[in-house]
């Protein structure tokens, strides 16, 4: 009763194994027919997949153990690789990452001689009834009283003469092991694999009294209807004519190895003593887990655990080569990636001194970062201790030992003397004067000190308490109390939107009232920075702080949308947390005032959002007597959009300004300037993706790309390498920063400055290079724009010896014709040829140009500094014009001295940012901005010594 498909499938897997092996591709493990044209022998390319695969001899292979061809498809493959390689040009293909691996021949279990052929199973040989033997033809009762008396069911008929012992007998044939009685009766049997001298269950079988059955792999349950038994056609109820084929089938299943070869990713994820590895999904749940307790050879080498995906099918069919089930190979691509991410992962700084939040390392991270401060702690106490034997050894054997009345009589001389070793106009002079001031008080809580030295003991406070706290107490020098610094940097409560103590001390600082009409002229800026969501609550106030306040108007609006939408929804919505603060800043286009005065705590504003707040801020500092003449901001969507519905639509090809409504009756204009800075890393941006980095655009102009490529061939080659001049270089100041950039160098706006200039415009036609003329030109044209809308003090041309950094002096000026026609007209015709290439999509046809909104943004900057520079320069008292007053540096830098107030964390709460506004308003020029987007900004603004406006105080409770 042996069916005719497992006779043949029998007599296959005793053919012979190298004559199995001939028929099995050595690259990609899948079996071909040989068809009249005889396979070629791998050995043939060795030089390839000594290429492909990190050196691997093919001559190493052994004969009884690899296979010696390769199939029609992988031959076409490797002698195209050939080629390549002998022309010396890049290699890409689509073969396996690595060669599959093969085993020695063992009896019965061998992969390439135990095969089933995949497809549509060989047709069953007609058998008469006749010739069916007695035992094996199951009858049904034909009489009723025979159906009355043996009521057997249909499936029991065929099985009534398949006892237990049948069955361990045949399984017994297929290796194996009866292990006795489940629970519930059902017949247990197993398959165990030798490890050394251990055994395990590899396979377990249940056979029920029904003759149903179930397969456990590793305390998991498999039915007929999982995937990878469904594939092998095996029968729901096993029979005594297919018990053979049952037990054969499973028997030479393989079980799924997982992905094993991890265990530095292993060692490097496991926290503490835990026994396994759980590898979490992105969201939420466990992808795959750690799993011990088993012995896998491969490749040469023994591995005792593996990584098993949660949803591993577990039994491989003996129709495939793999070692793996589907699952478990899909997944091992995502842990290929994160051993590459622990393979390139910079090293953590835990010393002492190290910025990195301690919520970012582990526990035992976080011990050696304890460790290093414990020492850093003992080395201090003993510097300490060191230096004051040294000053008290000093004092001994240098000091001169004085009276009382001696003491008494040089303090009086120090109090009398008018002579001061300084010059005057000199820090030093002053704080000497300070002192000096301050020894001839009777009680040192009388001392009125000087505003500027209240603001530079402000700046040394809120830098670092502690550091104060040791200047003043350790007798040097006389400073002001913690006390009374507080009662002016808490001379009022920080709240969003126009805070009345603050437009008050704006119009303090700018002295509206005693300015010309022509240094009235100010323009406006706005700019949003990330704040660390979350509540905070507010001593001061009793309340929590950290929602989103987008002004009177916008609130109402947008708590109606919200009841709208909670009637229609009938579910209730929790208030908005901030995440960002929108900042507003005035900026004298004729003075150097520079004055933050509202901000909003939002999750970003939009366009509508916007206008509110804007025209408001307009409406309040023309009231308070400024002239505002521009708005500034960078390229955001919500502040084109701005532009677009507030501006007047004219013939130019961009709205660039609107009416100002609270000027004139409405008849003046005020322009809408997009921030250069912002521009120019847009327009690197847009380079770098051109042929480079994501690949995005294709820039294309005059038949000739303007690839990043051409800027880094230019920096390999400046290097002196290729022209035998190490060291001497023409572009200096490039650096692997310039070319290889990341999200935090793409913010920087010196490095888009320095690869966007006539520097490389030059080197690239030393280079001499013809494919490189349209991107020369591109350099030299957004260079020189560039220079013309970045005027930052009068001397600046002078000293850089460039006439493009000239203030502008005349409305004659040649610049203001250059950015009109020729700058405007290059970008004009740039997107006239993208858009008149022929047989390309739309989508295709805009990445041969810069972006839309890159170009959107230039042409208003261009249209707006053009028409409102000749009009500045006609007023009455106007010499000249820096166009630098029209970007958003100083917004920039505030910012940056936000952020330094917080340490490691960039991030304030909304209630340190209020804190720190008014910190910075008190201390002014004395705070540094040391980090920030803009480097290299100089403070033209000096500090002036003799300034005694008086600083704003907190009031006393009465």
Same mark, same amino acid.
């Given at each position: 009763?042996?069916?005719?498909?497992?006779?043949?499938?029998?007599?296959?897997?005793?053919?012979?194994?190298?004559?199995?092996?001939?028929?099995?591709?050595?690259?990609?493990?899948?079996?071909?027919?040989?068809?009249?044209?005889?396979?070629?022998?791998?050995?043939?390319?060795?030089?390839?997949?000594?290429?492909?695969?990190?050196?691997?001899?093919?001559?190493?292979?052994?004969?009884?153990?690899?296979?010696?061809?390769?199939?029609?498809?992988?031959?076409?493959?490797?002698?195209?690789?050939?080629?390549?390689?002998?022309?010396?040009?890049?290699?890409?293909?689509?073969?396996?990452?690595?060669?599959?691996?093969?085993?020695?021949?063992?009896?019965?279990?061998?992969?390439?001689?135990?095969?089933?052929?995949?497809?549509?199973?060989?047709?069953?040989?007609?058998?008469?009834?006749?010739?069916?033997?007695?035992?094996?033809?199951?009858?049904?009762?034909?009489?009723?009283?025979?159906?009355?008396?043996?009521?057997?069911?249909?499936?029991?008929?065929?099985?009534?003469?398949?006892?237990?012992?049948?069955?361990?007998?045949?399984?017994?044939?297929?290796?194996?092991?009866?292990?006795?009685?489940?629970?519930?009766?059902?017949?247990?049997?197993?398959?165990?694999?030798?490890?050394?001298?251990?055994?395990?269950?590899?396979?377990?079988?249940?056979?029920?009294?029904?003759?149903?059955?179930?397969?456990?792999?590793?305390?998991?349950?498999?039915?007929?209807?999982?995937?990878?038994?469904?594939?092998?056609?095996?029968?729901?109820?096993?029979?005594?004519?297919?018990?053979?084929?049952?037990?054969?089938?499973?028997?030479?299943?393989?079980?799924?190895?997982?992905?094993?070869?991890?265990?530095?990713?292993?060692?490097?994820?496991?926290?503490?003593?835990?026994?396994?590895?759980?590898?979490?999904?992105?969201?939420?749940?466990?992808?795959?887990?750690?799993?011990?307790?088993?012995?896998?050879?491969?490749?040469?080498?023994?591995?005792?655990?593996?990584?098993?995906?949660?949803?591993?099918?577990?039994?491989?069919?003996?129709?495939?080569?793999?070692?793996?089930?589907?699952?478990?190979?899909?997944?091992?691509?995502?842990?290929?990636?994160?051993?590459?991410?622990?393979?390139?992962?910079?090293?953590?700084?835990?010393?002492?001194?190290?910025?990195?939040?301690?919520?970012?390392?582990?526990?035992?991270?976080?011990?050696?970062?304890?460790?290093?401060?414990?020492?850093?702690?003992?080395?201090?106490?003993?510097?300490?201790?060191?230096?004051?034997?040294?000053?008290?050894?000093?004092?001994?054997?240098?000091?001169?030992?004085?009276?009382?009345?001696?003491?008494?009589?040089?303090?009086?001389?120090?109090?009398?003397?008018?002579?001061?070793?300084?010059?005057?106009?000199?820090?030093?002079?002053?704080?000497?004067?300070?002192?000096?001031?301050?020894?001839?008080?009777?009680?040192?809580?009388?001392?009125?000190?000087?505003?500027?030295?209240?603001?530079?003991?402000?700046?040394?406070?809120?830098?670092?308490?502690?550091?104060?706290?040791?200047?003043?107490?350790?007798?040097?020098?006389?400073?002001?109390?913690?006390?009374?610094?507080?009662?002016?940097?808490?001379?009022?409560?920080?709240?969003?939107?126009?805070?009345?103590?603050?437009?008050?001390?704006?119009?303090?600082?700018?002295?509206?009232?005693?300015?010309?009409?022509?240094?009235?002229?100010?323009?406006?800026?706005?700019?949003?920075?990330?704040?660390?969501?979350?509540?905070?609550?507010?001593?001061?106030?009793?309340?929590?702080?950290?929602?989103?306040?987008?002004?009177?108007?916008?609130?109402?609006?947008?708590?109606?949308?919200?009841?709208?939408?909670?009637?229609?929804?009938?579910?209730?919505?929790?208030?908005?947390?901030?995440?960002?603060?929108?900042?507003?800043?005035?900026?004298?286009?004729?003075?150097?005032?520079?004055?933050?005065? $509202?901000?909003?705590?939002?999750?970003?504003?939009?366009?509508?959002?916007? #206008? /509110?707040? *804007?025209?408001? @801020?307009? =409406? +309040?500092?023309?009231?308070?007597?400024?002239?505002?003449?521009?708005?500034?901001?960078?390229?955001?969507?919500?502040?084109?959009?701005?532009?677009?519905?507030?501006?007047?639509?004219?013939?130019?090809?961009?709205?660039?300004?609107?009416?100002?409504?609270?000027?004139?009756?409405?008849?003046?204009?005020?322009?809408?300037?997009?921030?250069?800075?912002?521009?120019?890393?847009?327009?690197?941006?847009?380079?770098?993706?051109?042929?480079?980095?994501?690949?995005?655009?294709?820039?294309?102009?005059?038949?000739?790309?303007?690839?990043?490529?051409?800027?880094?061939?230019?920096?390999?080659?400046?290097?002196?390498?290729?022209?035998?001049?190490?060291?001497?270089?023409?572009?200096?100041?490039?650096?692997?920063?310039?070319?290889?950039?990341?999200? $935090?160098?793409?913010?920087?706006?010196?490095?888009?400055?320095?690869?966007? #200039? /006539?520097? *490389?415009?030059? @080197?690239? =036609? +030393?280079?001499?290079?013809?494919?490189?003329?349209?991107?020369?030109?591109?350099?030299?044209?957004?260079?020189?724009?560039?220079?013309?809308?970045?005027?930052?003090?009068?001397?600046?041309?002078?000293?850089?010896?460039?006439?493009?950094?000239?203030?502008?002096?005349?409305?004659?000026?040649?610049?203001?014709?250059?950015?009109?026609?020729?700058?405007?007209?290059?970008?004009?015709?740039?997107?006239?040829?993208?858009?008149?290439?022929?047989?390309?999509?739309?989508?295709?046809?805009?990445?041969?140009?810069?972006?839309?909104?890159?170009?959107?943004?230039?042409?208003?900057?261009?249209?707006?500094?053009?028409?409102?520079?000749?009009?500045?320069?006609?007023?009455?008292?106007?010499?000249?014009?820096?166009?630098?007053?029209?970007?958003?540096?100083?917004?920039?830098?505030?910012?940056?001295?936000?952020?330094?107030?917080?340490?490691?964390?960039?991030?304030?709460?909304?209630?340190?940012?209020?804190?720190?506004?008014?910190?910075?308003?008190?201390?002014?020029?004395?705070?540094?901005?040391?980090?920030?987007?803009?480097?290299?900004?100089?403070?033209?603004?000096?500090?002036?010594?003799?300034?005694?406006?008086?600083?704003?105080?907190?009031?006393?409770?009465?």
């Amino acid at each position: 009763g042996v069916h005719f498909d497992m006779l043949n499938f029998v007599v296959r897997r005793k053919m012979d194994h190298r004559d199995n092996l001939a028929r099995v591709c050595r690259v990609c493990s899948v079996r071909f027919a040989i068809k009249g044209r005889k396979p070629k022998p791998v050995k043939n390319f060795k030089d390839a997949i000594a290429h492909l695969y990190a050196g691997y001899d093919v001559d190493e292979d052994g004969e009884s153990v690899h296979p010696p061809f390769v199939c029609e498809k992988c031959r076409k493959t490797l002698m195209y690789v050939q080629q390549k390689l002998t022309a010396g040009k890049p290699v890409t293909t689509t073969l396996k990452e690595k060669l599959p691996d093969f085993n020695p021949h063992v009896d019965g279990s061998c992969g390439i001689c135990v095969y089933k052929q995949e497809g549509r199973p060989a047709k069953k040989p007609h058998i008469p009834p006749s010739r069916v033997p007695a035992a094996d033809v199951c009858t049904q009762p034909t009489s009723p009283e025979q159906e009355s008396s043996s009521p057997v069911p249909a499936a029991d008929v065929c099985t009534q003469r398949l006892t237990d012992e049948n069955i361990i007998s045949e399984a017994c044939k297929y290796g194996y092991v009866h292990l006795g009685t489940a629970g519930s009766g059902a017949l247990v049997l197993a398959k165990y694999q030798a490890n050394s001298l251990q055994f395990t269950v590899s396979q377990q079988l249940h056979i029920k009294h029904d003759r149903t059955w179930e397969v456990h792999i590793h305390n998991k349950q498999l039915s007929v209807s999982d995937q990878p038994l469904s594939s092998l056609n095996l029968p729901t109820v096993v029979k005594k004519d297919n018990q053979a084929k049952f037990f054969l089938e499973l028997s030479y299943c393989t079980i799924c190895t997982g992905n094993i070869g991890y265990e530095e990713l292993l060692d490097a994820k496991r926290e503490g003593l835990a026994e396994t590895v759980v590898f979490k999904k992105m969201g939420s749940g466990v992808a795959a887990i750690e799993e011990k307790g088993f012995r896998v050879i491969e490749g040469g080498r023994t591995y005792d655990r593996t990584i098993r995906h949660v949803d591993c099918q577990l039994l491989i069919p003996n129709n495939r080569l793999a070692s793996r089930c589907d699952t478990c190979t899909g997944y091992g691509s995502t842990l290929r990636k994160a051993l590459h991410r622990l393979h390139n992962k910079p090293s953590l700084d835990l010393s002492h001194s190290s910025k990195v939040a301690n919520k970012h390392l582990t526990k035992k991270q976080m011990e050696v970062k304890a460790d290093d401060i414990q020492r850093e702690k003992k080395a201090q106490k003993n510097l300490v201790f060191k230096t004051k034997r040294q000053v008290k050894e000093a004092v001994e054997k240098e000091g001169c030992l004085v009276s009382k009345s001696q003491h008494t009589f040089l303090q009086e001389v120090v109090k009398s003397t008018d002579t001061v070793p300084f010059p005057e106009n000199t820090p030093q002079h002053f704080l000497f004067k300070q002192q000096q001031e301050q020894l001839q008080q009777y009680n040192s809580k009388t001392m009125r000190w000087h505003p500027m030295m209240i603001r530079w003991c402000l700046a040394i406070f809120h830098t670092s308490p502690s550091a104060y706290n040791i200047i003043r107490q350790s007798g040097f020098l006389h400073l002001p109390h913690r006390t009374t610094l507080q009662q002016y940097s808490k001379f009022t409560v920080p709240t969003p939107g126009f805070n009345t103590d603050m437009l008050r001390r704006l119009g303090e600082v700018a002295k509206i009232d005693q300015q010309p009409e022509y240094k009235k002229n100010v323009t406006l800026l706005w700019d949003e920075m990330k704040v660390k969501s979350g509540l905070v609550y507010c001593k001061t106030s009793g309340e929590l702080v950290g929602f989103t306040d987008l002004g009177t108007v916008n609130e109402e609006i947008k708590a109606f949308e919200k009841r709208c939408r909670e009637e229609q929804h009938g579910v209730e919505e929790l208030p908005d947390l901030a995440t960002h603060v929108l900042a507003f800043m005035v900026r004298g286009i004729f003075n150097n005032l520079e004055f933050v005065f $509202a901000y909003y705590p939002c999750q970003g504003f939009s366009s509508a959002q916007l #206008s /509110t707040a *804007v025209w408001e @801020a307009v =409406a +309040i500092l023309e009231m308070m007597g400024f002239h505002v003449r521009a708005l500034t901001s960078d390229g955001a969507s919500p502040n084109r959009r701005f532009y677009k519905y507030n501006g007047e639509v004219t013939d130019a090809p961009v709205i660039y300004w609107a009416w100002n409504m609270y000027r004139q009756a409405g008849r003046e204009k005020i322009y809408f300037i997009c921030d250069v800075p912002h521009l120019i890393k847009t327009t690197r941006n847009n380079w770098e993706n051109s042929g480079s980095n994501k690949g995005t655009r294709n820039l294309h102009y005059n038949h000739q790309d303007i690839s990043w490529k051409h800027l880094t061939r230019l920096y390999h080659w400046d290097l002196g390498v290729e022209r035998q001049a190490v060291g001497l270089r023409l572009l200096h100041k490039l650096t692997e920063d310039h070319i290889n950039l990341n999200p $935090a160098l793409r913010m920087r706006v010196n490095l888009a400055a320095q690869v966007i #200039s /006539t520097s *490389v415009s030059h @080197a690239l =036609a +030393i280079q001499g290079r013809h494919e490189t003329v349209s991107t020369r030109t591109f350099v030299s044209m957004v260079d020189k724009f560039f220079d013309c809308l970045n005027v930052k003090n009068p001397q600046q041309g002078r000293h850089t010896r460039k006439p493009d950094l000239e203030p502008y002096r005349s409305v004659e000026d040649a610049r203001f014709n250059w950015l009109e026609k020729e700058f405007l007209g290059f970008l004009d015709q740039w997107e006239r040829q993208s858009q008149a290439t022929p047989n390309m999509t739309k989508e295709d046809r805009n990445k041969l140009c810069l972006s839309k909104q890159t170009l959107e943004g230039l042409r208003i900057s261009v249209s707006s500094f053009v028409e409102l520079a000749k009009l500045l320069l006609q007023e009455d008292g106007v010499t000249f014009v820096l166009s630098d007053k029209f970007n958003q540096d100083p917004l920039e830098q505030h910012f940056a001295k936000q952020r330094r107030r917080c340490g490691a964390n960039e991030h304030p709460t909304v209630l340190e940012y209020g804190r720190n506004e008014i910190n910075i308003h008190v201390a002014g020029q004395m705070i540094a901005a040391v980090r920030g987007n803009c480097r290299g900004r100089a403070n033209d603004a000096q500090i002036d010594l003799n300034d005694d406006t008086p600083l704003p105080k907190r009031k006393r409770k009465r």
